[in-house]
């Protein structure tokens, strides 16, 4: 049999290293014995009452899902127009997502008047179909049963009649200093409210404060540019991408958008493609770092070093200079060479190349502006004349404010969407001069820790429940409108400030009447207002002339900030604060979806941590879970250690968003009757609160500093899953070192197609006939060049098919129940490995081992295709589960089912929930494809390919997932079957599997296989 295993992959240090403990757990799929006594006796807690009780509530929760209000009749089903509704039938509604900033177009799939799904809009004209992990769990927030629901006024219950008449009779006595603090407002309508509102008073001011900010960029245009703007970046126009630390494909301003425009430039096509040249210079193993062709560790200081040097090659091939760069000094580690190489690509690519950097100092963005404006990029790469709006803080503005309030300015303060009190570096300092605030009014969705310390709290609509409109880059104007009526006594700000202004008006009204004022005369077709409207809310989205940015040019003598330097004592490391992808800057702390949602590098769930560089753990003496204090900036927390490949030995890195108040209330999430480790002691948090740690330089916030670690001696168990499930073969079959992904050089590729994926095997026939399919054969293929590990597709399959959270001691105990997962694999040397990204799900095999195995046939194979698992048979002997060489099966230890009822009605009723003791896994999304065939049937129309998309393949950012019939000929899926980078996982075992993968191809000049790793 020949191979080509001349690189070796691992997908943890533990595994690499081939410790006993990795080897252990080899031994069998489920570490621990089934707790047969507790399977088969009552718990001690738990009579025969409580068990009528309980069944009785699984009878009433489905009945209730049935009973939930309809939505509001002035939405536009996107597409159904019709006034009827059928029961039991999806409508779906488009919006706009609120899980950040950015804005993406969505659908929402409304069933029965509860909205139970979001996807991506494939018509939207930024996202284009994409939404990512964050923006598929949104929808989870509606039913949390501990959203504020009613005002609070010294944190009692009140009417809103109180509240209102209370803050109007406070208001009118008060002749300036008003001030409302909010996070970014794209929203058009809610700007053009506060603006009204504000206009009232003398010295009013709106203060926009982002927690992870991005001022820097906006101050810097301010500077060389005379526009205070975010440009909106084109990674779809850039051949050449060079990036210090921005984490574009992961958090970085708006990762869904950044990621279909960079995945457009990676795809293979033609006989001689072409991909884009990515370099990314970063402390910290980012998700953009993991999927860089060129990826260079440098440690935050040498920022402005690198810029510097890059910069003065740049404007020597231009024939010019920059004044600006003599003040910038320091030294970098980066090589002479790597630093002519990036310049030379840069040059070479001159118009058709972007630099982005990710600290958040006006004068390294200065330098950032320069070399973009030296290259040609603006109006091609980067646009000024129509801005990006998705963030737009000030940093000085929120540090004025802070001033204000401990000098007496402020009277008034309304907060909404913002959260100082846990974010802002001193955060003390704020809730201090908070208190000399006569009059504090906080509106969010949460008792959170702002609305703890002001004196009255108001509850805000989820985005589902209100319309709503976002200019997210100019000329283009989402809109939001409701698929569900509030839940509770909710408003959003605009309702708030017009009713405290005596001008109580009806929601949807203001919005009209904004837009016929404001966005109907932007309008692109001379259309009536009514039909204008319509369309906008039933497409989610409307495009219109853009805002005129006046006297947007480079000014070449434009003064500098000084450019940030930070000295690391001996002894000391850089820190690095970064966002993660599911929890971003804590916004989404309540969300247990996305607290269970492995982080796409490191794999750990429900909790913060610091990343050590292995060299930096073994300096120390660190093991990973060993417990370890940082101190510096004054503060001082402790954290576990998680010892991460390819980061900067002089780097530390720790995500904020954690720390939250309240989170305590997931103590008892997952099972609760068994002797287990809580996810979080009760009135504990989950993790620690990092943001202050943080920094003021030069007027705006810089998530850098430096630290001390010191062992505490002590140590916990982190829930990570980046060695579950684990694939192994038999030594003779290969071993370890049998590649589950193969990849090779755009080189290589362009001599061979087929480079990277040669590998024979014979074709084994167990019968003379083997099986026809004589329909429709189902099959799936993930271009592991596409895919980026965003894990967007892991939250969809989970909101889809109903799949349980179980907490962290379980996900610790190796039973976590995603049915995708997403494997990460390293290969290389600790200091600078290569990463691979590979979602593994059933792989639907045609000659299926755990088929075979089932005493009660509860796992069998449809005549289409797919792998099917019958639920009402299956008794839970696993050993499917033992017989899959994939390990893509999960076991239901525990019944998962929601105490709370309003949490219940998220469930699809599509899906049948599943009870302890069955087995379940991947369905290849068969309702869906039964649904298809329906409607195709039902219209009298053939089912053509692309009718079916599955879950995970919908809302793929990356667009990395393909689904259709291989018996097609004419389909997407039969052609990349026959495609030279097609391979199947363990193709020589014969399974058979109907799961393909694509080649991944890196742009480099190096052959494939030409060195060993590892």
């Given amino acids: 049999m020949g191979r080509d295993d001349s690189k070796v992959y691992w997908k943890g240090i533990e595994e690499r290293e081939r410790t006993p403990a990795f080897e252990q757990t080899l031994d069998t799929e489920f570490p621990e014995p089934a707790p047969i006594a507790s399977m088969v006796e009552a718990p001690t807690d738990v009579s025969r009452r409580s068990f009528l009780k309980a069944a009785g509530f699984s009878v009433g929760s489905s009945l209730l899902i049935s009973c939930a209000r309809e939505p509001v009749e002035m939405a536009i089903p996107l597409l159904v127009q019709g006034e009827n509704m059928t029961p039991g039938k999806a409508y779906w509604y488009a919006s706009t997502c609120s899980g ?81 603090l909010t996070g970014t407002v794209t929203s058009p309508t ?29 101050d810097a245009h301010a500077q060389t540019h005379n526009a205070r703007v975010l440009p909106h970046y084109r990674f779809d126009r850039a051949e050449v991408i060079v990036s210090l630390d921005a984490d574009f494909l992961g958090t970085w301003v708006s990762p869904v958008e950044f990621t279909k425009g960079y995945t457009q430039r990676r795809t293979l096509k033609g006989d001689s493609p072409t991909l884009s040249y990515h370099v990314q210079l970063e402390g910290r193993m980012s998700l953009t770092g993991s999927n860089a062709d060129r990826r260079i560790r440098l440690t935050p200081i040498e920022h402005n070093t690198v810029l510097r040097m890059v910069a003065e090659r740049l404007s020597q091939r231009a024939g010019t200079s920059i004044s600006q760069l003599s003040k910038i000094s320091g ?13 030379e690509k840069l040059w070479q690519a001159r118009g058709r190349s972007l630099i982005v950097c990710g600290m958040n100092d006006v004068g390294t963005q200065c330098l950032v502006n320069a070399i973009n404006h030296l290259l040609g990029n603006y109006g091609k790469t980067l646009d000024i004349e129509k801005p990006s709006y998705q963030w737009q803080g000030d940093d000085r503005a929120v540090q004025d404010l802070v001033k204000g ?107 009209q009447t904004h837009w016929r004022e404001a966005i109907y005369p932007r309008r692109e077709k001379d259309i009536p207002f009514q039909s204008f409207w319509d369309q906008a809310v039933h497409d989610g989205y409307v495009q ?17 900030p000084q450019a940030i330097s930070m000295t690391v004592p001996t002894g000391e490391f850089a820190l690095v604060l970064y966002e993660k992808a599911a929890m971003r800057d804590g916004r989404h702390a309540y969300n247990p979806w996305l607290q269970e949602l492995p982080d796409p590098v490191t794999k750990v769930v429900w909790e913060n941590y610091v990343c050590v560089a292995p060299a930096t753990a073994s300096q120390l003496g660190l093991e990973e879970g060993d417990i370890v204090t940082i101190a510096g900036a004054g503060q001082t927390t402790e954290l576990p250690v998680q010892v991460q490949p390819g980061q900067h030995e002089n780097v ?10 309240a989170t305590d209330r997931f103590s008892r999430i997952g099972p609760q009757w068994i002797s287990s480790e809580l996810t979080v002691d009760e009135g504990d948090t989950i993790g620690e609160n990092s943001f202050g740690f943080s920094r003021v330089h030069n007027g705006t916030v810089v998530l850098i500093n430096t630290v001390s670690l010191t062992p505490t001696g002590r140590r916990t168990n982190l829930a990570l899953t980046q060695t579950h499930h684990t694939i192994t073969v038999p030594e003779k079959l290969g071993g370890h070192r049998r590649n589950m992904v193969r990849e090779t050089s755009l080189a290589a590729y362009k001599k061979d197609p087929g480079s990277g994926n040669h590998f024979e095997h014979d074709v084994l026939q167990l019968w003379a006939n083997d099986y026809v399919y004589e329909g429709h054969h189902w099959a799936m293929a993930i271009d592991l060049n596409q895919c980026t590990g965003c894990s967007g597709c892991v939250v969809a399959c989970q ?85 899959c060489p994939y390990k893509v099966r999960r076991f239901n230890w525990f019944d998962y089912w929601r105490k709370d009822q309003r949490e219940n009605l998220i469930l699809n009723p599509d899906i049948t929930t599943r009870t302890r003791g069955v087995m379940e896994k991947c369905s290849m999304c068969v309702q869906r494809i039964q649904a298809a065939k329906t409607e195709a049937k039902h219209k009298g129309k053939p089912l053509n390919d692309g009718d079916i998309q599955l879950a995970c393949q919908q809302s793929c950012p990356a667009d990395a997932i393909v689904f259709g019939d291989m018996n097609n000929p004419e389909s997407r899926i ?25 080649t991944k191809v890196r742009n480099r000049e190096e052959e494939s296989g030409e060195q060993q790793h590892g």
């Avoid at 209102?164 to 300036?176: K, M, W």
């Avoid at 003398?202 to 820097?216: F, L, N, R, T």
């Avoid at 079957?977 to 694509?998: A, C, D, K, Q, S």
Wanted: net charge negative; hydrophobic share 35%; glycine share 8%.
């Fill in 190 to 218: 809610t700007q053009a409210t506060i603006t009204k509102f504000l206009g009232q008073f003398d010295g009013a001011k709106h203060v926009v404060y982002d927690a992870v900010s991005y001022a820097a960029i906006l």
């Fill in 405 to 511: 309030m401990q000098g007496g300015k402020v009277k008034a303060l309304i907060i909404a969407d913002s959260n100082p009190a846990y974010s802002l570096p001193n955060s003390q300092e704020f809730i201090e001069s908070l208190q000399k605030v006569p009059l504090t009014i906080s509106l969010t969705h949460y008792v959170d820790e702002t609305a703890s310390v002001t004196k009255y709290v108001c509850p805000a609509h989820h985005s589902l429940e209100s319309w709503d409109d976002a200019e997210v880059v100019s000329g283009i104007v989402g809109m939001s409108q409701p698929a569900i009526v509030p839940l509770g006594q909710t408003r959003n700000l605009r309702q708030c400030l017009n009713t405290w202004m005596g001008a109580e008006q009806d929601d949807l009204t203001i919005v």
């Fill in 100 to 180: 950040c900033q950015a804005g993406c177009g969505i659908l929402i799939k409304n069933r029965d008047g509860r909205p139970i799904k979001i996807e991506g809009n494939p018509e939207h004209p930024t996202s284009q179909g994409g939404l990512c992990a964050v923006g598929q769990a949104t929808v989870l927030g509606i039913y949390d049963s501990q959203r504020l629901g009613q005002p609070k006024e010294n944190g009692a219950v009140k009417d809103w009649s109180h509240v209102d008449e209370a803050i109007r009779q406070q208001l009118s006595q008060i002749q300036d200093g008003v001030y409302v």
């Fill in 544 to 560: 219109v002339k853009p805002q005129p940015i006046q006297n947007a040019a480079y000014r070449q003598s434009a003064s500098w």
């Fill in 799 to 883: 909101a889809e098919n109903n799949v349980p959270v179980v907490g962290k001691n379980e996900v610790y105990r190796r039973r976590e129940m995603h049915w995708i997962r997403i494997d990460r694999y390293y290969s290389g040397r600790d200091d600078n490995v290569d990463v691979m990204h590979q979602p593994v799900m059933c792989q639907h095999c045609d000659h299926a081992p755990c088929e075979a195995v089932c005493p009660v046939l509860a796992t069998v194979h449809s005549d289409e295709g797919i792998n099917q698992q019958i639920y009402n048979r299956c008794v839970g002997t696993r050993y499917c589960a033992n017989n």
């Fill in 974 to 998: 039969a052609k990349l079957i026959n495609h030279p980078r097609h391979y199947h996982m363990l193709e020589e075992m014969n399974f058979r599997p109907t799961v393909g993968y694509l």
């Fill in 652 to 661: 530390v890195a720790i995500a904020v968003g954690y720390g939250r108040n």
């Fill in 331 to 343: 030294t970098t580690q980066v090589s002479s060479t790597d630093i002519d190489e990036i310049a």
